[in-house]
């Protein structure tokens, strides 16, 4: 289980690094079905292995009409549109550089007990801006936790999760 959600993880940014100044790809295309497969494969092991996900609403975002250049796992307690609800956000790199979680707020929400965490961009900084200002993501974790591709570690992976989603 641990192993198939390393190599998931991997395969999304091998083709997030893949895609990097190319034409977007549209839903249907051989990059949306790489997609889409290890996105669920990853939900999968995420379902089994934090037995506390099946009582929450996961969303996977993969992109609609083209491919997500930025795509997402969303965990909440509450039901209904992402862009109206507190959550754990997991999202891959647009360059494939690694992965990011951590607690996220709606876009105009501010929580005054936290503080959403900037982040610096160099040169392997885990990039997970889209183009426009609803998929701007990089500044909207709380708490967020990066895992590099080279470094990924199944095992730390969820439990940095369990204790993001039992904060929820």
Known sequence: MRKKLKQSVVNILKLNAKLVGQPA???GS???HILDTNIKSVVS???DAVPAVSMYDV???RGIGNLARVPWI???KIFGPVSCKVGVAICFCKRGN???MGKMYPIGIVHNQERRSPRRNDANFIDVNGASYTTKYNDRFVDPFEMYKVDFQSELFISELENRITSL
Request: net charge neutral; glycine share 12%; charged share 20%.
């Open 25 to 27: 790809k549209r839903s």
């Open 74 to 76: 969303y965990i909440s």
């Open 98 to 100: 690694g992965v990011i």
């Open 30 to 32: 051989p990059e949306f």
């Open 45 to 47: 092991v995420i379902e």
């Open 59 to 61: 969303t996977i975002g």
